[in-house]
């Protein structure tokens, strides 16, 4: 089952429950949400960068945990069925995942204070 996890710093995440204790949940394929007021909503891994792909958290850091609805389910398959398909073709896999990482650099600094 897909979950949705409100985090208390208000970030949403979605993936899979691996593992669980009383203490902290251990998430597959965590990916976060995030909207752009001009490209509308945006998917982005959590282990984008990492060899491993299960996070733990702690539950003290959880608002929530739910069932994701459809459009979480929706927009989750379409990021993971991209990812899997550039992992695919080995040609354009540097480039796409340039364009990815400059792309969330543009929405992150966006989401920034400036001084």
Request: charged residues 30%.
């Amino acid at each position: 089952m897909l979950i949705n996890i409100k985090l208390k710093n208000a970030e949403d995440l979605v993936g899979y429950i691996s593992d669980e204790t009383a203490e902290w949940v251990d998430i597959l394929d965590p990916v976060s949400f995030g909207l752009d007021p001009h490209n509308g909503v945006f998917v982005k891994s959590w282990t984008l960068f990492s060899i491993l792909d299960i996070v733990r958290i702690d539950k003290k850091d959880i608002s929530f945990m739910s069932k994701a609805n459809d459009e979480a389910e929706s927009y989750y398959n379409q990021y993971m069925d991209k990812l899997n398909s550039k992992s695919n073709s080995l040609q354009s896999e540097s480039y796409d995942s340039d364009l990815e990482s400059i792309f969330t650099a543009m929405i992150e600094s966006r989401k920034s204070i400036k001084h």
